[in-house]
């Protein structure tokens, strides 16, 4: 599908005093990309709210388009290991585009991000 519209990339969002950064070279030292985690829907739990920590990559909005929104670009961090511990649970992360797999990288409106979230 085209979209006929022109869109507009941010390298940031605030939601609630909380400043979320996603910015290739942030002042110059290197890249600044915030993880988040995400609420969501999968037709195999129905009724369910789900979450998963992503990686914010971009924030867009669809210029001309009234009321005004906003969307994120996400690179999900992928299953569960099930190696969890008191404090931390622990995802697999393949750090490289992978242009075949659809899930990659996705859209998703701003209001699904449930809390910003730490990573190692």
Not at 93 to 112: A, C, I, K, R
Request: hydrophobic share 35%; with cysteine.
């Amino acid at each position: 599908q085209t979209l006929d519209k022109s869109v507009t990339l941010y390298t940031q969002y605030k939601r609630d005093e909380v400043l979320f950064r996603c910015h290739p070279n942030f002042r110059g030292l290197g890249p600044w990309y915030d993880w988040v985690m995400l609420m969501y829907t999968d037709d195999n739990y129905p009724g369910q709210v789900l979450s998963c920590p992503a990686r914010l990559m971009a924030v867009v909005s669809v210029d001309g388009v009234e009321p005004q929104k906003y969307y994120h670009i996400v690179q999900w961090a992928g299953d569960r290991t099930n190696v969890d511990s008191v404090l931390f649970d622990e995802y697999d992360f393949v750090h490289t585009l992978n242009t075949e797999d659809p899930n990659s990288f996705n859209v998703h409106d701003v209001d699904s991000i449930e809390r910003s979230v730490f990573v190692i």
